[in-house]
């Protein structure tokens, strides 16, 4: 189903942080997409404009500016264009933003779902992809399965989360839909998303500002970098029935260690503030990546040290305007999936 060329895929969140790598890749495969977005204000939208910007230098790539929430407005859409396969990146994002604001949440990442479920079926679009979370996953067991229970979610983010991922079943077993659920771990690159520990963390050594660390600096992560998530989601377009896999670097790294390997690349020292832990926080996260490997001959391909000097080096040649992308909301320090 992936060869090179063969497709029409619509990418909603086309603009955001893992969607426009995703694009990017199918790009790279002859692919023609077409990605929608809704340019939310949610962070700064120079990197979602930046995110465009470069996309657009491709002729195979469509933008349209849309809502997953809109219904109507993807009906059109959908009655346009014929699309082989969806693949659902857009959503709120972010474990403890989504405390404050829990029904924008929902709103988006189950209702958003839902519409493109109803018009995957009615237009029979062959494969459905959802981007899901391992902030899904909680209590002391570590390497995480895709078979673990999930019925205790800690957040608004995640049980929203959890409900796409039902939703999605359900489809699956009443109307045939062919779809793909993963749960990212941890996803982190150049013009990522500033309400994440990676891009934070440049910033504040970058530039001299107080690195706030919740909890005593101890808690893991299995940070994975962006394209390896890419490559694995666009593998996930082939035929599965219906799946739910792990993308993780299957590698958890304090974030101590993390601190330090950015200290020696930026040549700065971290001005260190710490703060309580959240408790919507897991302490650790770590992909068992078994079944991705076995699915779809995916593992991950690119080391810490690796993937944190490209977004370094990233924020380094766009600094004059990177540095001045807000880090300051409620999510601060978040180390969520």
């Given at each position: 189903m992936t060869r090179t060329g063969d497709m029409a895929v619509l990418v909603t969140g086309c603009a955001g942080f893992i969607g426009a790598r995703v694009c990017t890749a199918l790009l790279a495969e002859g692919h023609r997409v077409i990605g929608i977005d809704n340019l939310a204000d949610a962070y700064d939208v120079r990197l979602k404009e930046w995110r465009l910007f470069e996309l657009r230098r491709t002729s195979q790539f469509v933008f349209a500016h849309q809502d997953i929430r809109d219904e109507e407005d993807l009906e059109k859409l959908f009655g346009t264009h014929r699309f082989d396969a969806v693949v659902n990146l857009a959503a709120l994002a972010g474990v403890r933003q989504s405390i404050l604001i829990p029904r924008a949440y929902y709103e988006t990442n189950v209702k958003g779902t839902q519409n493109l479920l109803e018009l995957c079926c009615k237009y029979r679009v062959g494969k459905l992809v959802l981007?899901?979370?391992?902030?899904?996953?909680?209590?002391?067991?570590?390497?995480?399965?895709?078979?673990?229970?999930?019925?205790?979610?800690?957040?608004?983010?995640?049980?929203?989360?959890?409900?796409?991922?039902?939703?999605?079943?359900?489809?699956?077993?009443?109307?045939?839909?062919?779809?793909?659920?993963?749960?990212?771990?941890?996803?982190?690159?150049?013009?990522?998303?500033?309400?994440?520990?990676?891009?934070?963390?440049?910033?504040?050594?970058?530039?001299?500002?107080?690195?706030?660390?919740?909890?005593?600096?101890?808690?893991?992560?299995?940070?994975?970098?962006?394209?390896?998530?890419?490559?694995?989601?666009?593998?996930?377009?082939?035929?599965?029935?219906?799946?739910?896999?792990?993308?993780?670097?299957?590698?958890?790294?304090?974030?101590?260690?993390?601190v330090a390997l950015l200290e020696s690349m930026l040549g700065r020292k971290a001005k260190l503030r710490y703060e309580p832990a959240h408790p919507a926080d897991a302490h650790a996260t770590w992909a068992n990546v078994s079944k991705a490997q076995?699915?779809?001959?995916?593992?991950?391909?690119?080391?810490?040290?690796?993937?944190?000097?490209?977004?370094?080096?990233?924020?380094?040649?766009?600094?004059?305007?990177?540095?001045?992308?807000?880090?300051?909301?409620?999510?601060a320090a978040s180390l969520h999936g």
């Open positions: 981007a899901s979370t391992s902030s899904l996953y909680s209590g002391p067991r570590r390497a995480f399965k895709e078979d673990d229970p999930l019925d205790l979610p800690r957040s608004p983010y995640a049980s929203s989360k959890k409900a796409a991922e039902t939703s999605c079943y359900t489809y699956h077993c009443l109307f045939g839909l062919d779809v793909t659920v993963f749960r990212y771990f941890s996803v982190y690159g150049p013009a990522g998303r500033p309400d994440m520990s990676i891009f934070r963390l440049i910033r504040w050594i970058a530039e001299g500002d107080e690195v706030v660390i919740y909890g005593e600096g101890t808690q893991e992560r299995d940070f994975t970098f962006v394209d390896d998530v890419a490559r694995g989601t666009v593998l996930g377009l082939k035929p599965l029935g219906y799946e739910v896999i792990n993308l993780g670097n299957d590698r958890p790294v304090p974030l101590r260690r993390v076995a699915l779809l001959g995916w593992s991950p391909r690119t080391s810490l040290e690796q993937g944190l000097q490209v977004a370094v080096d990233w924020y380094v040649r766009n600094r004059s305007w990177a540095s001045k992308i807000s880090t300051s909301d409620a999510a």
